[in-house]
């Protein structure tokens, strides 16, 4: 999946649950990976523009979440950037500024419209040749969710499921503690270190940043996060956006949905919803967060 995954259960038989959540994560991988020519998905890019495609039930499910965020107004999420995704390659050896003629070539097979679902038969057709799904900005939350579920419904007591950020926790902390502090990382440090502590319980973290992966190109500095209207990377007073919220799909969908606005949007806006918190740091490192987060974030000072 291209990042560390670490889990922490406290259980009876305990190994027993760790073996069958990497099998999970395995089987997820034979279906979700984008960077296997094998997977759904793969082939979805290979068939589902000449005729609908079956895939399996989890498959479908994300699609059709990604979908109905997609299409919501003022989005930054788009399942349908993965042509965009490609052509970039920011993140692997061969990342390049692509021409802006062959950026503006792509825009076209960005319309999330063109997913077309069928309930009944879970299937997909994609609408137009070319086109490609992406669900990298979801997909580390819904394994979250899933994995956590399992541990669940087979006798945890505590748990942790961490991918490489996607931190998702239940119960009581190894320590002891009623919570567990969770570190949001410091967007102009190395990996590792922490820009503040928030605690939670029950709940998922996700933070999404500029500084995950970069292109460095003549003095300009390009990271991975897209805007589907100009084909180049989002530019917003935003380093880094964390979302805290339940389920950890729900994490990385707000992630990416919000991120193109500005800092004061990003929590006027999540102020006003249910069960979802915010932190940002802006550019210049500002931190601020949602007003429910009052107490259980504490910003480390150096």
């Not at 082939?43 to 609908?52: F, G, Q, T, V």
Request: with cysteine; glycine share 6%; hydrophobic share 40%.
């Amino acid at each position: 999946m291209g990042t560390k995954i670490s889990l922490c259960i406290q259980a009876g038989d305990a190994e027993k649950l760790a073996q069958e959540a990497v099998n999970m994560l395995l089987r997820y991988e034979k279906v979700f990976s984008a960077n296997s020519e094998h997977s759904q998905l793969a082939m979805l890019k290979k068939e589902a523009a000449a005729n609908p495609q079956k895939v399996d039930k989890e498959l479908y499910e994300l699609i059709k979440i990604g979908k109905e965020h997609s299409l919501n107004e003022d989005s930054y999420l788009n399942i349908a950037i993965g042509p965009l995704i490609k052509l970039w390659r920011i993140g692997f050896r061969e990342a390049h500024v692509p021409e802006d003629s062959a950026i503006k070539t792509v825009l076209d097979l960005l319309n999330p419209e063109h997913i077309q679902l069928d309930d009944e038969q879970q299937t997909v057709l994609l609408s137009k040749k070319g086109m490609e799904i992406d669900l990298g900005a979801i997909a580390k939350g819904y394994f979250a969710d899933q994995v956590m579920t399992f541990f669940k419904n087979n006798g945890a007591v505590s748990a942790m499921v961490d991918m490489g950020g996607n931190v998702l926790v239940y119960g009581d902390a190894p320590s002891g503690d009623h919570y567990w502090k969770v570190g949001i990382q410091n967007p102009f440090l190395p990996r590792g270190n922490a820009a503040a502590l928030v605690s939670i319980r029950d709940q998922s973290v996700v933070t999404s940043g500029i500084y995950e992966r970069v292109l460095e190109k003549e003095g300009t500095h390009y990271h991975h996060i897209f805007s589907s209207t100009t084909g180049y990377p989002i530019e917003s007073n935003i380093a880094s956006l964390t979302i805290i919220a339940d389920q950890s799909l729900d994490c990385d969908i707000y992630t990416t949905e919000l991120f193109g606005l500005d800092a004061v949007s990003i929590i006027h806006k999540v102020n006003q919803m249910k069960h979802i918190e915010a932190a940002v740091i802006t550019t210049d490192g500002n931190l601020a967060y949602t007003v429910n987060l009052r107490g259980k974030i504490h910003p480390i000072t150096s």
